[in-house]
């Protein structure tokens, strides 16, 4: 099933998300209605936040860079000193871009849709896609990384572009 996408407006966006205390069929549901409405609005990420259910799940799909990831409850265990800048979009905030810089690597443990402890070492695109996504389960929007005046400028663009 095809969910709903939480847009910029929407308060929940900046809300925590809470741990998923047991992976249920509710939560395997969830995950599939995710990676659908992941693909079918052609991203690469998607946190549980932005169908507007506040757990820590996220879903990714980069492509030759690990494929289909089911995150949850993650913990992020190291971060390089080397960084990158990549511009980064989102889901909920359609058509509006920002070059955001990030460290080039993570290390994030989590549990599996079969609830088993997986560790991944991330580099680069899916490094940043998980540091994203990671960022939604805590409030925090790629455009929140951005200076103070470019933020603003890129939330007019949005209203702009969408009518608000």
Do not use: W
């Not at 407006?9 to 995710?34: F, G, P, W």
């Not at 993650?74 to 359609?94: A, N, Q, T």
Request: with cysteine; hydrophobic share 40%; aromatic share 4%.
């Amino acid at each position: 099933m095809i969910l709903d996408i939480v847009t910029l407006n929407d308060q929940m966006l900046h809300s925590k998300s809470e741990e998923v205390k047991e992976i249920d069929t509710e939560i395997v549901k969830l995950v599939k209605d995710m990676y659908d409405t992941m693909e079918l609005a052609k991203g690469v990420g998607l946190s549980a936040v932005q169908v507007g259910v506040l757990k820590r799940i996220f879903v990714t799909d980069v492509p030759q860079k690990g494929g289909k990831l089911v995150v949850i409850n993650p913990v992020i265990k190291d971060l390089s000193e080397k960084r990158r800048v990549y511009e980064e979009g989102c889901l909920s905030i359609p058509g509006i871009s920002g070059d955001i810089e990030r460290p080039d690597t993570v290390v994030i443990e989590f549990l599996d849709i079969r609830g088993k402890l997986q560790r991944v070492h991330a580099n680069s695109l899916l490094a940043t896609c998980i540091q994203h996504e990671f960022d939604h389960l805590n409030g925090i929007l790629f455009i929140d990384k951005l200076d103070p005046e470019i933020k603003l400028k890129k939330i007019n663009e949005y209203r702009k572009q969408h009518r608000l």
